[in-house]
């Protein structure tokens, strides 16, 4: 009998509760998360709600239990998930969204049941008030300051966006765990690999520029755009731009306004974008904020040079101040060409960029995960 098959159901839950888009970096960590779990002798439940990601396999693993819970809104979800405690009473309970991290907390208290709380927090929240209007601002850092340092743990992907949590939040050095998003699978070099019929790629002279993220401003998709109009009057290039949002009418003007639109494609969210790295000349990210850009991490697993805007707070550490890759100034489209340019000229090599990433195993960082939730796992 494997190990999942013979979880420890005579033990409390674990609980995960997730509530994405469907197509986020947080579905990815799910979905790279779930497997690891399915190895270790412990039932885990996975919460959701309606008309919310992550997207659930069919064929869960015997010891993952699906639960719906009944609300289509993160911002309800406290009662039912009290309701949710008093009967299941898990030892722990794994949550990583603001509202959900908050509403993890008042749900506890409220259930009064001894269930270990571990919030995640994947973004940099200096960087996120700066777009606020001043008392939306002022509201979510009182709402941090009141419920992060009841938490049992706190999770970020990056060094960064824990210090924001202990500047902005009080949450104790303690309690804080820096664990890199689980993004390197056993799956993932066969995924890269996987044929791509796409005609730009495989043509030397001409390199494919690639960009990946939902089309919204905080990824600033139109510098990107802006640098590769430079670039492309330097010399021949291709730009693609993976994801889906609200701004692709506004890139695709802009694309034109530029007179690139014949060599930009925007073919939409891509739920294997690893084949495109694979291929592309240069991945670059133009983000004005990150907690902890996976794509800049998932390129350089596929051996693809990055260049990245310095924006908060987790391509420099990812790229460790610009060894592994190019950072250009948040905004700044000329600084952007250069760097490609001379990314396209003299890339980084292969094999250091891959060894670069060791720490986004998702075997290493589930152990993290359990750990950071206070259990010890049997495989």
Known sequence: MPPAAAAAHDQPPLSLLFATSGHSGVDRIVANLLPEFSRVEREFHLL??????????????????????????????????????????????????????????LARRLARVPTRVTIRMGMSLTALGAEMKPRRRQALFRSLRRWYPLADAVITPSRGVGEDLMALAGVAEDRLHIIRNPLIHPGFHAQAAAPLSHPWYGKDDTPVILGAGSLEPRKDFPTLLRAFATVRSRRPARLIILGEGRERQTLQTLSETLGIAADVDLPGYEPNPYPHMRQAGVFVLSSRREGASAVIIEAMACGTPVVSTDCPSGPSEALENGRYGRLVPVGDADAMAAAILATLEQPPDTALLQEAVREHDTGLAARRYLSAMGVSPTR
């Open 48 to 105: 959701t709600i309606g008309g919310h990601g992550p997207a659930v396999p069919v064929d869960l693993p015997g010891n993952i239990r699906h639960i719906r819970l009944p609300v289509s809104t993160k911002r309800l979800v406290a009662p039912p998930l009290m309701l949710y405690l008093l009967r299941h009473r898990p030892e722990a309970l794994l949550t990583a969204n603001h509202q959900l991290n908050r509403a993890a907390l």
